[in-house]
């Protein structure tokens, strides 16, 4: 059977197409990329997965698919060609379009499609179930947390994926029969779909985050004339041919102006949350109670409670945000009001989300590894009224110079570490000359104990010493949660 056949299938494939005839490439052979392979060779296709690294575990995964007929080849080098007679590439999504396996597609014209995008196809004609996807710069993760809590306490069969870590491809060749999905969907993840069309879909914001992958113009969409924009038009590609609603951020212009460009079914409707009071078609705050004046037929003028701020746990403005955004895709879904309160209420988030590890003399210490970004560290910082902040690592591009002007009232001390360290403390002699600050310039597993026992002393009672890094983890650590256990651990060995 020629390629030219197959290219002309390939296209428009589901689940049902005769993948039989195909040859797909398997870019990475990380969690998603083992997937892709394993749901691929279900379909019978002929599959061959490449990846640079021969780690332990990348062999044990190799190991698993050659008994099932895959070829896979490690090690470097490994990812220099892509193979002749090649129908599809299916990419990990962290690699960049530039990826000289990825570029060589682009040029003879095979089609690169990310998991998210093969889960999808998986799922068409006969497998379909809903999904309700989230995107976002900050909040993707705690944001379907809630959903999913939502959609099991409203009785349904649900499952968190994408992004958050369990493979969409997985939940499609599981053999429950799953009623909705919820989605985390990051925008490397979006950059490699096309056809997705969602029951539902949120963007939480948008900040600067992840420049160096959007640095190369190579994978930039048309009119596209810098790196931000281009983050932006991946975020955005979530609206697109959305079934029901898009979810936006009131306080966030440039999500509402992604709905409003976005090529959407007809009929499908634009939904906002907000802090404060709701106008129609909104989801808000009214008192002490998150209220919903989207999903009710006298929207016009009232509204119903969802839950109460109470609800949200840890409480902090942006996890109300995140659980507004959460109700407006549960209750897109038909799940009743008091599920959306008792999912809530059961929900228990993982750890270094502004997680309290200790009070010692007054003083709160608070790890929020997980804000690897200017725009997760601001959210964090504006919980609290006074604060020692440690933060620092690698920066990603982005700046803290909008930060550090905003939260520069709010600072009684800063203590910086990393590699990027004195991209904030420059913006800190910039904008707040008056706040004391400590560059530590050691890298080893020390710098978080000397951090932390330099906070202690400049705190008060009644302060926060909070761990908002405003910068990804793996110049010192393995990941954020190894940061935020070093930060705990350091606070351990303080006495009141």
């Known amino acids: 059977m020629g390629r030219g056949f197959v290219k002309d299938w390939m296209a428009g494939a589901d689940r049902l ?47 698993v698919l050659e008994m099932l007929d895959v070829t896979v080849r490690l090690g470097p080098g490994a990812t220099d060609t892509l193979p ?32 998210v995008e093969l889960a999808w196809r998986m799922s068409l004609p006969d497998r379909t179930v809903p999904w309700l996807a989230v995107t976002g710069t900050n909040g993707k993760t705690t944001t379907v947390g809630m959903l999913e809590s939502m959609l099991t306490a409203a009785g349904l069969r649900t499952s968190a994926v994408g992004n958050v870590g369990r493979p969409i491809v997985e939940a499609v060749l599981d053999e429950v029969d799953y009623d909705v999905l919820a989605v985390e969907l990051s925008s490397f993840q979006l950059h ?61 212009p440039a999500t509402e102006h992604m709905v409003e460009e976005a090529e959407v079914v007809e009929g499908a409707r634009a939904i906002g949350f907000t802090l404060g009071i709701p106008g129609p078609s909104m989801l808000g705050v009214v008192d002490d109670l998150l209220v919903d004046r989207a999903f009710i037929p006298q929207r016009r003028d009232s509204a119903i409670e969802v839950a109460k701020l109470s609800d949200v746990v ?49 003083v709160r210490y608070v790890d ?50 990393g590699v990027d360290r004195h991209v904030i403390a420059d913006a800190l002699a910039r904008h707040a000359p008056e706040v004391p600050v400590n560059v530590l310039d050691t890298s080893d597993h020390g710098a978080m104990q000397q951090a932390v026992e330099w906070a202690a002393a400049r705190a008060v009672p009644g302060d926060v010493v909070l761990l908002a890094p405003g910068c990804a983890s793996k110049d010192m650590y393995p990941d954020y949660a190894a940061r935020g256990d070093a930060f705990a651990a350091a606070v351990t060995t303080l006495t009141g």
């Open 192 to 252: 490699w779909t096309n056809s997705l069309s969602l029951h539902s879909a949120a963007v939480l914001n948008l900040a600067p985050d992840h420049l160096e992958w959007y640095a190369d113009s190579a994978g930039w969409p048309p009119g596209v004339t810098d790196p931000m924009a281009a983050y932006a038009a991946d975020k955005a590609r979530i609206y697109a041919r959305v079934q029901r609603s898009c979810v936006y951020n009131v306080a966030d």
């Open 314 to 362: 840890p409480y902090a403005p942006h996890n109300v945000e995140n659980a507004l955004a959460a109700a407006a895709l549960a209750r897109s879904f038909g799940v009743h009001p008091t599920a959306v309160a008792d999912g809530l209420r059961r929900l228990r988030l993982g750890d270094h989300r502004i997680q309290t590890v200790a009070e010692v003399g007054g």
């Open 17 to 63: 197409s005769p993948w039989s005839q195909a040859t797909v490439v398997v870019a990475g052979l990380g969690t998603s990329g083992f997937a892709a392979a394993d749901g691929l060779m279900d379909l019978g296709a002929r599959v061959v997965v490449l990846d640079a690294s021969d780690s332990p575990a990348n062999q044990e995964k190799a190991t």
């Open 84 to 115: 002749d007679d090649v129908d599809l590439v299916v990419t990990s999504p962290g690699w960049r379009p530039s990826a000289p396996l990825l570029a060589q597609a682009a040029l003879r014209g095979v089609p690169v499609w990310g998991e």
């Open 368 to 417: 929020d590894s997980k804000a690897t970004n200017p725009h997760a560290a601001a959210a964090s910082l504006a919980a609290f009224d006074h604060v020692v902040w440690i933060a620092g690592g690698q920066a990603k591009g982005t700046t803290f110079d909008d930060l550090v002007t905003a939260v520069a009232p709010k600072l009684r001390a800063v203590v910086v570490l």
